[in-house]
Every structure is written in structure tokens, then in C-alpha cells.
């Protein structure tokens, strides 16, 4: 139906047809015909600024995004400030540096290659 046709008017009609409803649905009989009721028509009879309004609150919900920030570190997450495993931490990575950490490994055979099967075990 085109809304230049549904109205508060069309709350009687309504109220008829839920009358018909059993009783199992009672609570969503009731909040249907609540809704409906003539002072709540508002939105039957101004549809546009009920969009507006709608866009507008969910714009004032998101500005609440533009100070979101996400923590990727496992120490803050996860672990109390102040402990001394997080002193420790970030002693090591403020000393250390955290990209490259190289590590080697010297073998020396007594005699023949080194990659031998007799040297290697």
C-alpha cells in the first residue's frame, strides 16, 4: 500500500485484526497495538524526518569511532601495568632490538667435511 494511504486511522482496523490474534501472542499483540496507538503515528505521518532522524542518530553513535584505537601489544592486553615482567620487557626491548635477532651456531669436525653423517650426529 502507498503510504498516502496508511494513516491512524488504520489503527481501528488494526486493533481488529489482532483481536483475532490467540492468546499465545499476547505480548506481541500488545506491543503491536501500542505502536499503533494514534499518538505514535507519528512516524506513519512524517516518514521523512523519522528517517532523518534515524540517520542522524546513528551519525552521533559513530562519532564516537573516530577516538577507537586498537592495542596489538600482548603486554598491555593481557598482563597488569607495573609488574616486573613487564619492566622487564620493555628493558629488553628498549635495549634490544626487536626486528633482528641473529643467532649462530659454530660446528667444527676433527677431521673430514663437516656435513658428514659421522660428524653431524
Not at 592495542?71 to 620493555?90: I, M
Not at 673430514?112 to 659421522?118: H, T
Request: proline share 6%; charged share 20%; with cysteine.
Amino acid at each position: 500500500m502507498p503510504l498516502a494511504i496508511l494513516g491512524c486511522r488504520q489503527s481501528k482496523m488494526l486493533r481488529c485484526l489482532l483481536k483475532r490474534i490467540p492468546d499465545s501472542n499476547a505480548l506481541v499483540r500488545h506491543i503491536t497495538t501500542f505502536i499503533y496507538r494514534p499518538p505514535f503515528c507519528f512516524a506513519q505521518r512524517h516518514p521523512f524526518v523519522t528517517i532523518a532522524a534515524g540517520v542522524i542518530a546513528a551519525f552521533l553513535c559513530l562519532s564516537g569511532m573516530t577516538r577507537y584505537k586498537t592495542e596489538d601489544d600482548p603486554l598491555k592486553l593481557w598482563l597488569p601495568l607495573g609488574t616486573d615482567f613487564t619492566r622487564h620487557s620493555e628493558f629488553l626491548a628498549d635495549v634490544f632490538d626487536e626486528e633482528e635477532r641473529w643467532m649462530s651456531v659454530v660446528i667444527i669436525a676433527e677431521e673430514g667435511n663437516v656435513m658428514s653423517a659421522e660428524n653431524l650426529v
